[in-house]
């Protein structure tokens, strides 16, 4: 669902007008339980799969925070709210907080900017604009995997394009995924570099759909260049920017590829968030419950920010 | 709304509209240009620097990937860079193929997609339809169910279903793989918005006929939906393809890895002796999927925009 638009409130097809209610015979009676079963059977599959795989999934994990185990000893251990507290005691899960706090501020806020801008590069009537767009959004449908790849050669200090940049303005190379001060910029950026065209292709079809005739007003009102962005641009785009914003904060909670290939979290946690760390402790360290009780807090984190829009998509006012 | 404005003339044509190259996905209305042309060359110039810059920041790394899987060792270990390669080297290809099973990769990633694109594309049309045209009772409540399931994170699920596939007797298996992951309210949802609106007097005019829903969903609504499912379909296909986390976790062997697991394992292998056969390795990951994005961009972009605007 959108940021420009309410989700259905009735689900099926609007009728224009409805027929006059036929008295209720034993034949429409058949002929609606076989709709029924119908329906069933064509969602059963789906539905299913969702149940058993989204559902009941995301219920029995929160139940697993609550225990000790190590996914070999036949019963896990029942310890309350032990995995919680050690959690909220450990100065790493502080650390890992923070870092996934750092990491979604600055790779939504920057995408968002630098998105915001180039789209509206992209929207002048420009040659070869329509090829920066195709390139601009080719990072997006690359797997993670292999732009955390990719990136860790642009990084290497000797032999990467990260001397060449550096050297041009007579610096040297910081050792990018290898030293923690580094590594979760490292992330950041290689994230960003990926998620920037989706963005820019996003503020770049909203500015084609706004309305000109604000446009035309503004600038019979004496409006030019960076006011009429300022004052009429930026205004009109703000649902998209809270649909990205959002959009955005979900997706870099839960980056986990590019974080695999180039950094494996470390050195330390320095470049761990939340959501390696739930892989982490459950698939190296095989410690279920505290892996549990990181995703439920991941969990509520993204309930919090999707209530939020939800709220906000109720009070979203059309422009069109 | 004035949508009949037509772009100044000395305007070039737009290169691209979105709109008009996948009918239906969205209102098919000619985008009138917001912005004049400048007319101030020093303007201008800076456009152009700035949007020199943008294609640099995008391609130059797809360049370098791309020149150093191709590239002989002592060019990629060498400073100054070698922007160009003197010789084309395919040595690394056979290099990253022979430090990791790359045939058995391929094979894996294209059943894993192929058959996980497939089950959740039907899956997703057959509810679709149901919520689109056929009579229950508690269909509303029913289709929260669905979409809510976009608000769960997937990794609060990781852990469990890893738990549910091993009960299961699934792991390392490509039912492990793909069976997880078909289920669909984002495609359901995709669909089932076009399917709203197709045009009622169409689908009654079939019913008068005597054909039955199925034959309704098959002859009448899914070929008006095409444009849709196909966008729909080529979205799934990619989430499928870049997949990372859970084929890493319900995998175990060298044998049953996909290319994006594959990559890794190669990253590990070569260490950071050999930029080369991994930017190869990285190439045989990247390359179909950048194919398949140059072939079917507007409609990808578009379908992904319209998504995401119009909801």
Known sequence: ?320 | MSLDVKPPVTAPAPTSSTADLFDGVVDAVPRSPNRKVVHNPALRVLQYLALALVVAVFVLPLYWLFSSALKAENEIYSYPLQWIPTVLEPENFAEAWRSAPFDRFFINSIITTFFGTTLEISLAILSAYAFAFVRFRFKTPLFLVMIGSLMLPGHVTLLVNYITVGHLGWLNTYAGLILPGIGSAFAMFLIYQQMRVVPEEIVDAAKIDGAAHLRRMWSVVLPMCRPMILTGTLIVMFGKWNDFVWPLIVTSTADMRTLPIGLMFLRSQEGYSNWGSIMAGTVMVALPMLLVFFFAQKRIIGGIAAGALKG
Request: hydrophobic share 50%.
């Open chain 1, 1 to 320: 669902m959108s940021a420009l638009t309410k989700p259905p409130i009735a689900v099926g097809r609007s009728k224009a007008a409805k027929p006059p209610q036929r008295p209720v015979t034993p034949e429409r009676r058949r002929s609606n339980r076989r709709e029924a079963i119908l329906f069933l059977a064509l969602i059963l599959p789906n539905v299913a799969a969702i149940v058993v795989f989204s559902y009941y999934p995301t219920a029995y994990n929160f139940i697993l925070s609550f225990v000790d185990w190590d996914l070999v000893a036949p019963f896990p251990e029942w310890v309350g709210l032990e995995n919680y507290q050690d959690l909220l005691a450990s100065p790493r899960f502080a650390e890992v907080l923070l870092n996934t706090l750092l990491f979604t501020l600055v790779a939504v806020g920057g995408t968002l900017v630098l998105g915001l801008g180039v789209g509206q590069l992209l929207a002048q009537r420009l040659k070869f604009s329509g090829f920066a767009r195709t390139m601009a959004f080719a990072p997006h449908m690359l797997p993670g995997a292999a732009v955390g790849v990719l990136w860790l050669f642009m990084f290497d200090p000797t032999y990467g394009l990260s001397r060449w940049l550096f050297n041009l303005i007579g610096l040297d190379s910081p050792n990018w995924t290898t030293t923690s001060d580094w590594s979760l910029w490292a992330v950041i950026i290689a994230y960003s570099w990926q998620r920037l065209g989706f963005v820019t292709i996003i503020y770049y079809t909203a500015i084609q759909d706004l309305p000109q005739d604000v446009y035309e007003a503004a600038e019979l009102d004496g409006a030019r260049g960076p006011k009429l962005f300022w004052y009429i641009t930026r205004p009109l785009l703000s649902p998209v920017t809270f649909f990205l914003s959002v959009t955005g904060i979900i997706s870099a909670a839960q980056a986990f590829d590019i974080i695999a290939t180039l950094t494996d979290g470390g050195p330390g946690s320095s470049s761990t968030t939340l959501n390696w760390m739930v892989y982490e402790e459950a698939f190296k360290k095989f410690d279920v419950g505290t892996s549990a009780a990181a995703a439920t807090v991941l969990f509520l984190i993204l309930l919090v920010v999707t209530l939020i829009q939800a709220r906000a998509q109720g009070r979203q006012v059309h422009y069109s």
